[in-house]
């Protein structure tokens, strides 16, 4: 079974400047997040996706930060102007949906994002 | 007060050891109590997932869970160079998806 792809795996930007960031979760999981990691501390949920719909996005910047699934597959979350702060491992995460509740979480390798 | 808090280390022990990690947390809802391995440059991947109070064990690896505490803990018997990474406790309510992480222990096992 294929796991969460996610890509860039690496990207440096200079603030201001915009970037996104792909996921595709393992097949047949309805369930999508996306998460921040910053250095040294554990992820934090930024957004979750039930299908095509928000499940939960109280913790993203909506000022600077979007995410969309439109086909209720893949996933982009995108940057924009970025700040200093933003950077961070970007980790993407899905799950099977049974009943109403989402199981394991599985993670992809994450993208490493550098503003400079 | 952080909602789950974890010892960073890093915390580095030879060969063979037994070694102890644990979490604390504040909000008594919590009911699923989780731990992940990070490796470096990887993502998180599920090692245990326990409900509730209780012990449960896993090969080389027993998670322990003390909600009158609230205090969480992951033993690793006879420690592999290969468990050195990162472990991050998480947790969530019953009723609710949302999954908090704690900032991690870095762990070294040393050949």
């Known amino acids: 079974e294929a796991g969460v792809a996610q890509s860039p795996r690496y990207k440096i930007i200079e603030k201001r400047q915009s970037v996104a960031f792909w996921c595709n979760p393992i097949?047949?999981?309805?369930?999508l997040y996306w998460y921040q990691q910053i250095l040294g501390q554990g992820p934090k949920l930024l957004i979750q996706?039930?299908?095509?719909?928000?499940?939960?996005d109280s913790q993203l910047p909506k000022d600077r930060f979007s995410a969309e699934r439109l086909k209720g597959v893949d996933s982009t979350l995108k940057i924009q102007p970025a700040k200093l702060e933003d950077s961070a491992v970007y980790l993407c995460?899905?799950?099977?949906?049974?009943?109403?509740?989402?199981?394991?979480?599985?993670f992809g390798p994450g993208t490493r994002l550098t503003v400079t | 007060q952080k909602e789950v808090e974890q010892d960073p280390g890093p915390l580095s022990v030879p060969e063979g050891a037994i070694v102890s990690l644990n979490c604390t947390y504040s909000?008594?809802?919590?009911?699923?109590f989780m731990w992940y391995r990070q490796y470096s440059r990887k993502g998180p991947e599920l090692l245990m997932y326990?409900?509730?109070?209780g012990n449960k064990e896993d090969g080389r690896f027993t998670a322990q869970v003390d909600k009158s505490s609230k205090y969480i803990s992951l033993f690793i018997r006879d420690s592999q160079p290969s468990d050195s990474a990162t472990y991050l406790c998480?947790?969530?309510?019953?009723?609710?998806?949302?999954?908090?992480f704690g900032p991690g222990t870095s762990l070294s096992v040393i050949p």
């Open positions: 909000n008594s809802a919590f009911q699923y």
């Open positions: 996706f039930q299908n095509n719909g928000v499940v939960d």
């Open positions: 097949s047949g999981h309805a369930t």
């Open positions: 998480a947790m969530r309510e019953t009723s609710y998806d949302k999954v908090i």
């Open positions: 995460a899905s799950s099977l949906m049974v009943s109403g509740i989402s199981y394991e979480q599985y």
């Open positions: 326990t409900y509730s109070s």
